[in-house]
Each structure stands twice: as C-alpha cells, then as structure tokens.
C-alpha cells in the first residue's frame, strides 16, 4: 500500500452530528423476503424504516437496531446501514438480519440512530427531475441520475415506496454504471396499495 502525504496539513477529522437533528420514523415495517440480487440473493427478514435530518446541513446517518417477537423478546439482530441524508431530507433504510436469515418470530424492531458524521463533500451521483403518478393501485417513480464527476462511477439507486398511513412498503434497487457527466433515467413501480414514492442514491463507487 502507497500512502502519499503532501506537505504537514492533518486531515480534518470527521464532524460529529448532534443526535437531536435526527429521528427514526415511528412506523416500521417488517418483512422476509429476497434481499440482494443476481447470485446474491437470498430469503432473510429485514425492517424497513425512514430517518430524517432536521438540520441545515447534510449528514451520513447510521442506523441499526434488533428485530423482536410478539412478547417484545429479541429475535434478531439487525445489520446497521448507513445513508446520506441532505438537509431537512428523509432517507428509507433496510436493516437486514445480521445473519442473512428468515426470522418466522419476529413481527417488529426496535430501531435507534448508530452514528451520524457530517460528509466532506456531496455525493457526485445525484438525482434530478424526479416525478411520481399513480398507476391504478400503485405508484410509479422516475428520475433522473446524473454523474457530475470526471470520471465513471457505479451508483446504487433505490426507491421508497409507502403507503397513506406512511408505512414503508418496500425499498427496490438497481445499480447503475454511468460515465462521467452523463445522466440516465431511472424508473421503479410500487407494490399495489403504495401512494407516495421517491428514488435517491445508495453507495457509490468512482
């Protein structure tokens, strides 16, 4: 390994994001289903739930919690994601079990914020000109995604659907080769009883 460093100059140590600024949805949804993709997948209990950043900046969230039964016992542990999440923005997370199992007990989590850290810079894959319409009993979402780097980056790009109530329904994903400045079009249908939609970026590799 090469590590090059230029002049005295420390790097900046990541800022700490106050906790008061974000919140995890009350709603959370669990569900065992296909996870991953392609050689990938398999069956495991996972919990969708949204976080929300209240503050005038952008942060990467971490969020993890455990899965419980219907006696409020552990039934499970959930693997922690971490998001961007922009300023006054929402992001849906999927905690998967830590195992990659199907979890027939659990029937809700318990979920809290991990960590949070404010990034350095914003992610040079965005979405643009995003839209939602209904579809008989669902929703469709499009956007566009659009690479503002110099260089081609693979970009993870997701979709939260939910329903009246604001219950996450589901949380599809595609990844998304793009060259440098370019932008392509993304589209993802809601499961029937969905009303509102949104596509945003997941991890991103440049």
């Given at each position: 390994?090469?590590?090059?460093?230029?002049?005295?100059?420390?790097?900046?140590?990541?800022?700490?994001?106050?906790?008061?600024?974000?919140?995890?949805?009350?709603?959370?949804?669990?569900?065992?289903?296909?996870v991953?993709a392609?050689?990938?997948?398999?069956?495991?209990?996972?919990?969708?739930?949204?976080?929300?950043?209240?503050?005038?900046?952008?942060?990467?969230?971490?969020?993890?919690?455990?899965?419980?039964?219907?006696?409020?016992?552990?039934?499970?542990?959930?693997?922690?994601?971490?998001?961007?999440?922009?300023?006054?923005?929402?992001?849906?997370?999927?905690?998967?079990?830590?195992?990659?199992?199907?979890?027939?007990?659990a029937?809700?989590?318990?979920?809290?914020?991990?960590?949070?850290?404010?990034?350095?810079?914003?992610?040079?894959?965005?979405?643009?000109?995003?839209?939602?319409?209904?579809?008989?009993d669902?929703?469709?979402?499009?956007?566009?995604?659009?690479?503002?780097?110099?260089?081609?980056?693979?970009?993870?790009?997701?979709?939260?659907?939910?329903?009246?109530?604001?219950a996450?329904?589901?949380?599809?994903?595609?990844?998304?080769p793009?060259g440098?400045?370019?932008?392509?079009?993304a589209?993802?249908?809601?499961?029937?009883?969905?009303?509102?939609?949104?596509?945003f970026?997941?991890?991103?590799?440049?």
């Amino acid at each position: 390994m090469l590590v090059v460093i230029v002049g005295c100059e420390r790097v900046r140590p990541l800022e700490q994001v106050d906790r008061s600024q974000l919140a995890v949805g009350k709603r959370i949804t669990v569900r065992t289903d296909t996870v991953g993709a392609d050689q990938h997948a398999r069956l495991a209990t996972f919990a969708l739930v949204d976080a929300d950043n209240s503050g005038d900046l952008p942060a990467t969230v971490t969020v993890g919690g455990v899965l419980v039964d219907g006696d409020g016992h552990e039934a499970g542990t959930l693997r922690p994601e971490s998001l961007w999440i922009p300023a006054h923005g929402r992001r849906t997370f999927a905690l998967v079990d830590d195992r990659d199992g199907e979890r027939p007990a659990a029937v809700a989590a318990r979920v809290d914020v991990r960590g949070a850290i404010r990034p350095r810079h914003d992610p040079p894959v965005k979405i643009e000109q995003g839209h939602v319409w209904k579809d008989g009993d669902r929703v469709v979402a499009t956007a566009m995604v659009v690479n503002t780097a110099d260089r081609p980056c693979t970009a993870v790009v997701l979709a939260g659907f939910h329903d009246a109530a604001g219950a996450p329904l589901t949380r599809p994903f595609a990844v998304f080769p793009i060259g440098a400045k370019i932008e392509r079009p993304a589209r993802f249908v809601g499961p029937p009883g969905s009303t509102t939609g949104y596509i945003f970026i997941g991890k991103i590799r440049c």
